[in-house]
């Protein structure tokens, strides 16, 4: 990590574009808006302050998705960016998929956590029969957090969590704090607007936002959704 970062100024001017931007935002469409500037500005970020030597140390690639089988922690704006990402950039037969996944997954994860998920092997419901992440532009901040030096380790890693073990993964430490950060940033603007900035699990939220869209208008009006 560049020692020259400064991460603290970072969230805090994470926050103050948060605030900017979803102080006046209305619907799903304004959330996704938001959400994907501030995505934007973190992949800026990463691109310009990632130290290039760790970066050709990365090995997740398109089609790998091992890690994508455990709970995913998302602020409300995150999910209701993923629902219009669905409804505005997706063909019906693939978002048909999704949603046939989403049913299905939510009540088999709704009490699960992570270790129990893993053992279970209740994969995302957004990732493809390929292993690659149907909704990349948009995935959550977590996602974004994640990076793997070597896939083995991933695989080797699930594998053992599935029996209760820990192993080590070595990731890169500066992408995962700078989306952290980003995470805490946009908690801290939702916070400092008076709205719910609880994190719920990804599929728990996108589900129930799908099912019950008038909770996304009375979110933006401070009330907090009942999420699982
Ligand atoms: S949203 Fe995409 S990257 Fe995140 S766990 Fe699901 S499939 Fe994987």
């Given at each position: 990590m560049s020692d020259a970062f400064d991460l603290k100024g970072y969230e805090q001017s994470i926050e103050r574009r948060a605030r900017d931007l979803l102080s006046g935002a209305k619907n799903f469409k304004d959330c996704w808006h938001s959400v994907s500037q501030l995505y934007g500005l973190a992949e800026d970020t990463l691109a310009r302050h990632m130290d290039p030597v760790e970066q050709k140390?990365?090995?997740?690639?398109?089609?790998?998705?091992?890690?994508?089988a455990v709970n995913v922690a998302v602020l409300l704006p995150e999910a209701a960016a993923i629902i219009t990402h669905l409804k505005e950039s997706m063909g019906e037969e693939e978002v048909a998929k999704i949603i046939a996944r989403l049913e299905s997954l939510y009540p088999r994860i709704l009490w699960l956590d992570d270790d129990d998920r893993v053992l279970l092997r209740q994969?995302?419901?957004?990732?493809?029969?390929?292993?690659?992440?149907?909704?990349y532009p948009v995935r959550p901040l977590i996602c974004r957090s994640i990076t793997s030096a070597n896939a083995e380790d991933c695989r080797e890693a699930i594998a053992f969590k599935a029996l209760g073990e820990e192993r080590t993964v070595l990731i890169n430490l500066f992408q995962k704090t700078l989306m952290d950060a980003t995470f805490r940033g946009l908690g801290a603007a939702l916070a400092g607007l008076n709205l719910d900035s609880r994190s719920v699990k990804l599929t728990v939220a996108v589900w129930t936002l799908l099912q019950e869209p008038e909770r996304m208008a009375a979110f933006l009006q401070g009330e907090p959704i009942p999420c699982g």
């Open positions: 140390h990365i090995a997740c690639t398109a089609g790998c998705g091992t890690c994508c994969s995302c419901a957004f990732l493809t029969d390929q292993g690659a992440c149907a909704i």
